[in-house]
């Protein structure tokens, strides 16, 4: 009797013992990292004010006529923002080439770009005198071309521009414009001359590129305040985010792909624009914000817009797509009468994982580059 | 082996005579029909739309019904975990210390039992009563937002199994306490104890850098390693609930330590009770 009784003792022991192993074993010693959050763009931050407010740098050239009792100073303003379209229907989309280039996604980006050694880089600093990883400020692509903003008051770079044979003159107050042409050699021995792209450059802070002569100079006359009274596509307080910008509801149309069409169509006829802003700082998280003229409809392309998204999600996840199911965990559709907010995240570690390529391509380089100088007898 | 079935029977007749656990099932059952009753859910293509809770919109944010649902499931499967042991400790203290009462004990023993079995037998009444709760509870919240939503998870039915698990180890302690003195208030005591002490087990890894480091560090790893670690289960079983990644390295050999836990604490009882006259 006694000796069964002290069995059971026995046995509590040996059951602690292997609990304790067991609870040790299952839970682990080392914290679990929390679980991915993803911070989304929706207003002005701090340190994204102080950057507004540091660009205000140029003030507008006034005609004073004498008719005024007291001239009102001008304020300064933002040229590149000043440069953006006006009207409805534009698209003005804005990089923050600066601050992408030093953001997570920045630096996985140029260790692509850096695969090959940089010698393209290398060339380009010094052709045109513009180092891409340090002048560049912004880059702004519009309808009617490209504007961008930074450091180009180097020498070779007005040189370039001007040499062939092209045609430059000044324009405006602080502007000067570029026909660059260029010529082909042909196989039966004559030459073809093309015109390139049409550039002004502006103060030596701002190269805008366009189709034709006139669109640079329309560009020009709306920083040096020229253009039309209405404001710019993307004001002030919509410069948040590394990306940002409007984009039309007809070049939206175009990025859907064929079998969403029926999608994109709804947007044309419910949306007039969609504003989007991008956080790139850790994860690349995105904002649209789709305004339209009717509550009711806005809030039924929301829905349909939700359900597609929950679609492809369910897709993702019966088709073992991991990675797209984890990134449209976050998406999200949040109505507010007349408006909505789309929200789409990628965590940075997923696009780690589909830019490793890049990394592994740039070892494997490195290591046969480092083969030959192996091999090489030291004197 | 029917012995043990038999005093686990006679538990359950015990529990079904308490107006106590009938007014926590009515209860439970009030919940699950008020919520079928007052929750409106709008569904497109998957994606929760809208939702009003007695007419009133709760959350305007359009996104998939399982991503919407999963802080709902998590809240559900902590109040269950938490809020099932709370309630086992106070509504279960009282079965073995009245099983092992004066009068009824003596009764039992001249039954053809062998002592082990008294304990073993209450113990599977008890984990019996607390599985049919939460199973009917969870499933009823399964069920209730499957029809509205369309989206079917077995997350709750599994994390209120898991809290079963844990209320496991706590009523071996309570069990055991009994076998000493028939307290049911020493017994809700030792139960809640246990409890607070398997939440802080659970966070073992986060405390300890915050005790001196020395002797009485390595008494709190110590102490705390033979602890079940509840708070962990907890935080797995809302994991679970909510279909996201678990926490937790193995899950079945954290639940299995939990349950050897309680084994070993009713083993003690076993060797207690084997000595004790009566």
């Known amino acids: ?379 | 082996m029917s012995g043990v079935l038999g005093i686990a029977g006679y538990v359950l007749r015990e529990a079904a005579a308490r107006k106590f656990i009938l007014a926590f099932l009515l209860g439970v059952t009030g919940v699950l029909v008020t919520l079928s009753l007052s929750l409106r859910i709008e569904v497109v293509d998957g994606a929760l739309a809208a939702s009003r809770l007695f007419g009133e919109v709760m959350d305007t944010n359009i996104l998939a019904v399982d991503v919407a649902l999963r802080p709902i499931f998590m809240a559900a499967a902590a109040i269950v975990f938490y809020g099932g042991i709370l309630f086992g400790i106070v509504s279960c203290s009282d079965f073995a210390p009245s099983l092992l009462s004066p009068g009824r004990i003596e009764h039992l023993l001249a039954l053809p039992l062998r002592r082990w079995h008294i304990l073993a037998g209450t113990f599977l009444g008890v984990m019996t009563l607390a599985v049919c709760a939460a199973l009917y509870g969870s499933l009823g919240l399964v069920l209730i937002f499957g029809v509205k939503t369309g989206y079917w998870t077995v997350g709750p039915i599994i994390s209120a199994l898991l809290a079963c698990v844990s209320f496991a180890a706590v009523y071996a302690v309570m069990l055991t306490t009994a076998t000493v003195i028939r307290s049911a208030a020493l017994c809700a005591a030792l139960g809640g104890l246990t409890m607070v002490a398997g939440i802080i087990a659970g966070y073992r890894a986060k405390i300890a850098p915050f005790i001196e480091e020395g002797l009485s560090r390595e008494l709190f790893k110590a102490v705390t390693l033979l602890l079940p670690r509840l708070s962990s289960l907890a935080q797995a079983s809302m994991d679970l609930a909510a279909s996201a990644p678990l926490g937790v390295q193995s899950l079945s050999m954290l639940l299995a330590g939990v349950l050897v836990f309680g084994l070993g604490m009713l083993a003690v009882g076993f060797w207690w009770f084997e000595g004790r006259d009566y």
Not at chain 1, 213 to 237: H, L
Request: net charge negative; with cysteine; proline share 7%.
């Open chain 1, 1 to 379: 009797m006694q000796r069964r009784r002290g069995l059971w003792l026995v046995f509590a022991v040996v059951l602690f013992g292997l609990a304790a192993w067991l609870m040790l074993s299952g839970q682990g010693e080392v914290e679990v990292a929390p679980p991915p959050t993803v911070a989304f763009p929706k207003r002005l931050r701090p340190e994204e004010r102080q950057r507004m407010e540091s660009r205000r740098t140029y003030v507008m050239p006034t005609v004073d006529s004498g008719t005024a009792a007291d001239p009102k100073p001008l304020k300064p303003t933002d040229p590149v923002l000043a440069a953006l379209p006006r009207g409805k229907g534009k698209t003005a989309m804005v990089i923050e080439a600066n601050a992408i280039r030093h953001s997570p996604l920045g630096e996985l980006l140029l260790e692509c770009m850096m695969r090959r050694g940089g010698d393209d880089l290398e060339r380009f600093k010094k052709e045109t005198g513009v180092d891409p990883l340090k002048d560049l400020d912004r880059l702004v692509i519009t309808d009617e071309g490209l504007i961008v903003s930074g450091n180009f008051g180097d020498k070779k770079l007005k040189d370039l521009l001007s040499g062939r044979g092209s045609t430059n003159y000044d324009y405006g107050d602080g502007a000067r414009i570029f026909e660059p042409t260029f010529e082909r050699n042909l196989s039966d021995g004559g030459t073809v001359r093309r015109d390139g792209p049409r550039v002004g450059l502006w103060n030596d802070q701002m190269l805008v590129f366009g189709r034709s002569p006139d669109g640079v100079k329309q560009v020009i006359d709306r920083v040096e305040g020229r253009g039309p009274d209405e404001p710019p596509v993307i004001s002030e307080s919509s410069t948040y985010g590394e990306m940002y910008g409007v984009v039309s509801v007809e070049q939206l149309k175009k990025m859907f792909p064929p079998d969403q069409q029926e999608l994109a169509l709804k947007l044309a006829e419910v949306a007039e624009n969609v504003e989007l802003h991008v956080d790139a700082r850790s994860d690349f998280a995105m904002t649209a914000q789709v305004k339209g003229s009717n509550a009711d409809k806005v809030t039924d392309l929301g829905k349909s817009l939700g359900g597609a998204l929950s679609l492809a999600r369910m897709r993702a996840q019966a088709e073992g797509e991991k990675e797209l199911a984890q990134l449209l965990d976050f998406a999200k559709v949040n109505p507010d009468g007349e408006e909505f907010r789309l929200e789409l995240a990628v965590p940075l570690e997923v696009i780690k994982e589909q830019l490793a390529f890049c990394r592994e391509q740039r070892d494997s380089t490195a290591s046969q580059d480092a083969k030959p100088q192996e091999a090489q007898p030291t004197p």
